[in-house]
């Protein structure tokens, strides 16, 4: 099985800061990498598919990067409408997901 | 548009068995898969397991091998997740999602809230 370690769990930052969260998966991915913010009591939503590939209709302000094992995930300027959880998930063998990045805002 | 719609939440006790559903809408059911995760409260995202719709082909987590069935009727464009014998700790929030054989899921449904206790 592939795992999928993510970190920080939590992280806290004012609005306007560039936010940074890592993955790392225990065997590699290629590119085989998504991204995904929730919000509570909602359903998971997209934002990056393939590692970097914004989905339709998320802001620009998020970006994904990496392959092989090593990920992230930036949010260039923070705003209050990202206070989510944040997720990775390897889809190259079956599905996991990392243990999630809880985003506070100052 | 596409839609995943999910049952409604349910309550049962220990022991008991219970099938939950995911209707598809707005495409072709068999041209996409649907896979599973729980969230338990307060917790992460874990994947159960997931199915082609075309052919019935279920790949289980590790984790929840011999403890769920999924399957599907494509007749209704609906896949179901089960239990025969639920246990407290079954008790989580469960989602379905559409996917390509090889991506992430950029549909959902609403999730079915599983509540099990005596």
């Known amino acids: 099985d592939i795992q999928m370690t993510q970190s920080p769990s939590t992280l806290s930052a004012s609005v306007g800061d560039s936010v940074t969260i890592t993955c790392r998966a225990s065997q590699s991915i290629t590119t085989w990498l998504a991204w995904y913010q929730q919000k509570p009591g909602k359903a998971p939503k997209l934002l990056i598919n393939?590692?970097?590939t914004l989905e339709s209709g998320v802001p620009s302000r998020f970006s994904g990067s990496g392959s092989g094992t090593e990920f992230t995930l930036t949010i260039s300027s923070l705003q209050p409408d990202d206070l989510a959880t944040y997720y990775c998930?390897?889809?190259?063998?079956?599905?996991?997901f990392g243990q999630g990045t809880k985003v506070e805002i100052k | 548009e596409v839609q995943l719609v999910q049952s409604g939440a349910e309550v049962k006790k220990p022991g008991d068995s219970l099938r939950i559903a995911c209707q598809g809408s707005g495409y072709t059911f068999t041209n996409y898969w649907i896979s599973w995760v729980r969230q338990m409260p307060g917790k992460g995202l874990e994947w159960m397991g997931n199915i082609d719709p075309s052919d019935s082909d279920t790949k289980y987590s590790p984790s929840f091998q011999g403890h769920v069935t999924i399957s599907v009727d494509k007749s209704i464009s609906t896949a179901y997740l089960q239990w025969s014998s639920l246990k407290a700790s079954d008790t989580a929030m469960y989602f379905c999602a559409r996917h390509p054989r090889v991506a992430g899921g950029r549909y959902w449904g609403q999730g079915t809230l599983v509540t099990v206790s005596s």
């Open positions: 998930q390897q889809y190259g063998s079956g599905w996991t």
């Open positions: 393939k590692a970097s």
